[in-house]
């Protein structure tokens, strides 16, 4: 890891550095981000990953409804996500049979598919996923969940990026 560098990652879209290859990268990213920070963000600290590099994107999260209250949401992510606005909701809380519904309720379901001589995307860790976004709900303080994008490595839905909104 780089010295100094916590767990925590900054609160404010545009502030993340990908691609980087070196341990002097990282620290010059690092400390790039660092001096981008700005008194409102509060205290500050990096978080650092491994890359994460797959074909196919979604998103899922978890979004309160004034009407319809906790609902789980799930979509195609990536390049795609604004284009083809493929999204299914359901509301909280899911069973296994709901979350299945709910992955079965996307329009592209070739992209779930094998694809491009990749794995079908493995239909039983996505439901768990979207199982405990559900869960999620119980927690009234926890607003909205935003899991964007989950990235299909080998099958399985990687999340590479969330957002929490608290009350």
């Given amino acids: 890891g780089v010295p100094g560098v916590q767990a925590c990652a900054l609160p404010v879209v545009g502030r993340v550095r990908l691609g980087l290859s070196s341990r002097e990268e990282a620290g010059s990213a690092a400390d790039d981000l660092l001096a981008a920070a700005r008194p409102e963000d509060g205290e500050v600290a990096l978080l650092v990953s491994t890359m994460v590099h797959g074909n196919r ?25 604004e284009a083809v606005a493929d999204v299914a909701f359901r509301l909280a809380p899911l069973e296994h049979g709901d979350a299945l519904d709910l992955i079965d309720d996307l329009g592209a379901q070739s992209l779930l598919g094998e694809f ?21 709900a119980a927690d009234s303080d926890i607003q909205s969940v935003d899991l964007n994008p989950l990235i299909v490595v080998e099958g399985r839905p990687v999340a590479v990026d969330a957002l929490v909104e608290t009350a």
């Fill in 57 to 81: 994107e979604l998103i899922a999260g978890l979004v309160r409804d004034g009407q319809f209250g906790p609902c789980v949401m799930l979509g195609l992510g990536g390049i795609l996500a």
């Fill in 116 to 136: 491009r001589g990749e794995p079908a995307v493995d239909r039983e860790a996505l439901a768990d996923t979207l199982m405990a976004l559900s869960r999620i």
